[in-house]
Structures are given as C-alpha cells and as structure tokens.
C-alpha cells in the first residue's frame, strides 16, 4: 500500500493553517485545473469532524468522485479524512500541524490502496503515486501562498 508523507513549512499560525488545511472553498481554488467541485455533503466552509463531502473532478481523461470524511479531528493539531465511496479501495488522508516558532509544519500522511491487484501496484509505481504527490504538492502550495498572504482573511473571516 503506497504511503505518501509531505512536509510543508508555512509563516503563519498553526490555527490559520489548521482552518485553511479544512477549507473546501480553498481545496476547490487549488484543484481548478482538475475543475474539482464539491456535489455533495459539506459543499463550503470549514468541514468538522463527523461531516461528508463528495467531490467531482476530471483525473487520469475521466471524470470520477470522491467521497470523503473527516473520521479524526483534535483542532489545531490534526485531523483525518478517509474515503467512504471512490475509485481506491482504501484511501485515508492524515494531516498534522506543529507551530515551530513563527511557522507551522504541516505534514500529510496520504494512504492509499489502488484496484486490480498486481496491475494496479504496478500502475501506482510507474505513475499513481507520483501524480498523487504533484496533487498534494499543489494543495499545499495553495496553503502556503494563502497563509502567508491575505487572501486567507475572506476564507476564515467571514460570516
């Protein structure tokens, strides 16, 4: 089973990372080139623990959903989302934040299990896994550049 671990340093304060990191307005906004949308559950907003949502985006020339739940949370220092309904037969996504100082390090923990036996270990080598950790990375990208800027001020501040 494919086991993805990224480390992203952000300068901005473990609650604002914590509360982006949930933000289902800023996943949509870091996954347009993919027209990512949110159909179903929790469609907007910061998702809790114990809430849903399906996503709908075009991955691998098909267009695929994805439904996801938050089955962990302690605020400000993890939570978890794990699939219920998708292509994978397992995926489980955790996500963990330290404050170090003036940064935050978020670490994903991205689990996953493709379909198809040995065809489908053998497409996670050859490509599954790297297209899954260019996704992360530009997630996280997104994070950062939003954290460190203002643009996180209309996702968490408003009403």
Do not use: C
Not at 121 to 146: D, E
């Amino acid at each position: 089973m494919p086991t993805i671990r990224l480390s992203t340093s952000i300068n901005a304060p473990v609650e604002r990372v914590f509360n982006l990191a949930r933000s289902i307005n800023l996943h949509t906004a870091s996954m347009q080139h993919t027209k990512e949308l949110a159909i179903a559950g929790k469609t907007s907003g910061l998702i809790e623990e114990g809430e849903s949502v399906t996503w709908q985006a075009k991955h691998l020339f098909k267009t695929r959903t994805l439904t996801t739940k938050i089955t962990a949370m302690a605020p400000y220092r993890f939570f978890t989302d794990e699939m219920t309904e998708g292509d994978f037969i397992m995926m489980k996504h955790e996500h963990h934040f330290i404050q170090q100082g003036n940064h935050t390090l978020m670490t994903d923990v991205f689990t996953f299990q493709s379909p198809y036996g040995i065809l489908g270990k053998a497409v996670n080598g050859l490509f599954l896994t790297g297209y899954m950790t260019r996704l992360l990375n530009k997630r996280n990208s997104v994070i950062k550049t939003t954290a460190e800027g203002t643009g996180w001020q209309k996702l968490l501040l408003q009403p």
